[in-house]
Structures are given as structure tokens and as C-alpha cells.
């Protein structure tokens, strides 16, 4: 990893330059080598593309916590934070203002969210098989825990099984993601979503890390874990519902609830209490994401809605 060489039966911790500061100082990219003592594959976590994300952070500390190289069969790289610039300021981009999770495979001498992704890529992706990529919903929006992935690939549809998160989905590959990048490469990966933005929501921090140990499992890296997973939602797309009326929502559903089309999900009123449209469902499914914002402007994102039959669409990462 970069130029420190982590034995066998071993673990390390390295930082990899990213850039300079202003002042001097260095910016690196912290990443933890776990390399187990038998053989095995190597597998990559990563969190905190988008620097707001704290949930998936929590699950690597947690997961590193319980690894012991001399039991561990195969490699483990872990990223804890990778936009480490976003990070440090709760910000979602990077300083240049672009979303690192569009700008993968990246370049040695692109922009600064260019450069960052061809760092991870080059001294991380590339020496892996399998990634899980670590997420949580986006500006004051909450995710049930949920595993995005090509379900048409045999192989990652049974890690996505073994994850034995509530839902998973079958996503399309977006371009400039880690996911689409990885499997450029050849690599098979997990998307995670769970939780809010600048929050460490425990149902999705819970649910990461029991999924992460268990995939680490099923590829025969750790000991197989005492539960098995729960059962799990395997949906083919989803979609969202947008409010019709600027306003204020009051939304009446929970996350993983079950709903049906034409099914009251809320309302939206104005400042003086007047009801000024209702929210309903637009399919049959089970509520993966809800927004908590409540104040809303017309065709802002309310309620997501996944549905084991609905057509396959292209989600946010």
C-alpha cells in the first residue's frame, strides 16, 4: 500500500497523499491494511465519499475492531473517510465544489475530486475483487438500510443476499460512480444506504456492520456468523414521489412500511394550516428513503418508494 509493505498475520495503517494545504501541511487519505495470515480474497470498505456521511465510518470502526490478522483469511483495505477535505467541514463535495462519486475513474492530473478518485482507484480498487461502498441519504433525507447492486450478476446478488439488508435493489451503473468504475475493472461491489446526513443513526449503523461482517463471511474471510440473515425485499426499481404544492409536509410514513398506490403518505399545508394537497403513493412497495425537510418547494422529493416490479431506473448514489 503506497510504499509501506504490510506483512502477513499483520495490520497497518497508512496515509496516502492526497494534497497540500495552503499552510503545508499534508492531506492524506487514512486507510487500515488488515492482511490475514491465510490466503483469501481481498476485499475494500470504504465511507464518506461524500463528506456529510458519517454513518458508514462508524460501521468500518466497528467491523476493524473485531478483525485479528492472524485469523483473518485474505486482505482487508478500509477507507474510512474518503472525500477527507468534505469531511473535516461536514460538507457533502469537496472544495472544488464537485461530487466525488461522478468523478471516478479520476486522473493524475484532472481537478482535485479527479485526482482523489484516482488515488482510491489506483492504490485501492485495483488490488481488490469485492468493495463495499458505504452511503447514507442525502440532505436531510433518511434511507432504510439497503443494499444497491447489479442483482443480474450471479455473483453480487448472492453477497447482496448474504449482506441480509431489508431491501435490495437492482440499480443501474451511474457514470463516474465507484460502482461503474470497479466494474470497469472487474471488481464486484455493494452500495450501502442507511441513515441521514450528519447523524450516526444506530438502525443503520446495526444493520452496516452485521451486513459487512456477514458478506466478510460468505466469501470464507472470517468464521461463518452465529444468525442468518434476515429476509430481504429484492426489488427491480423504485421511484420517488414529489410534493405538487410548495408548502409544508407532514408526512404519516416510516421507513420500511409497506404501501400501496393511491395510499395516503401525508400532506402538505400552507403557513396557516389550509391543506393544500395530499401525499399518495404512485405504486405498490415498501418507503427505502423519506425526506425530513419540512419545508418543501414543488417537485422536491418526498417519499421513495421500491417495488419488486417496477421498471428499472437509475437511482442516486
Request: glycine share 12%.
Amino acid at each position: 500500500m503506497g510504499s509501506v509493505r504490510v506483512r502477513a498475520g499483520t495490520a497497518a495503517e497508512v496515509g496516502l497523499l492526497i494534497t497540500r494545504l495552503v499552510t503545508g501541511g499534508d492531506v492524506t487519505l487514512p486507510v487500515r491494511v488488515v492482511h490475514g495470515k491465510l490466503d483469501g480474497p481481498v476485499v475494500w470498505l470504504d465511507a464518506a465519499v461524500h463528506g456529510d456521511e458519517v454513518v458508514g465510518v462508524e460501521v468500518i470502526r466497528q467491523v476493524l475492531r473485531t478483525l485479528q490478522p492472524k485469523q483473518l483469511r485474505g486482505t482487508v483495505i478500509a477507507v474510512p473517510i474518503v472525500n477527507v477535505l468534505g469531511f473535516m467541514t461536514g460538507d457533502r463535495y469537496l472544495p472544488d465544489r464537485r461530487d466525488l462519486n461522478r468523478s471516478f475513474p479520476g486522473s493524475a492530473r484532472g481537478s482535485l475530486a479527479a485526482r482523489v478518485a484516482h488515488l482510491f482507484m489506483t492504490e485501492v480498487v485495483s488490488k481488490c475483487s469485492v468493495g463495499i461502498d458505504l452511503h447514507t441519504g442525502a440532505d436531510r433525507r433518511a434511507n432504510l438500510p439497503q443494499i444497491r447492486a447489479d442483482l443480474d450478476d450471479p455473483g453480487t446478488l448472492e453477497l447482496a443476499r448474504a449482506f441480509g439488508a431489508p431491501v435490495v435493489l437492482h440499480a443501474r451503473l451511474r457514470d463516474g460512480s465507484i460502482r461503474s468504475a470497479a466494474a470497469e475493472s472487474g471488481a464486484r461491489v455493494l452500495l450501502y444506504e442507511g441513515g441521514e446526513n450528519l447523524r450516526l443513526d444506530e438502525y443503520a449503523v446495526d444493520a452496516g456492520v452485521r451486513g459487512v461482517r456477514r458478506v466478510l463471511a460468505a466469501l470464507g474471510m472470517t468464521d461463518p456468523v452465529a444468525e442468518d440473515p434476515p429476509p430481504t425485499l429484492e426489488c427491480r426499481g423504485s421511484g420517488w414521489v414529489r410534493s405538487r404544492r410548495t408548502g409544508i409536509a407532514h408526512l404519516d410514513v416510516q421507513l420500511g412500511q409497506e404501501v400501496a398506490v393511491g395510499e395516503r403518505l401525508g400532506s402538505v399545508f400552507d403557513s396557516y394550516g389550509k391543506t393544500l394537497r395530499t401525499v399518495r403513493a404512485d405504486r405498490d412497495g415498501v418507503v427505502i428513503g423519506r425526506a425530513n425537510a419540512p419545508i418543501v418547494n414543488r417537485g422536491d422529493a418526498l417519499v421513495h418508494i421500491a417495488s419488486p416490479s417496477a421498471p428499472v431506473i437509475a437511482v442516486d448514489e
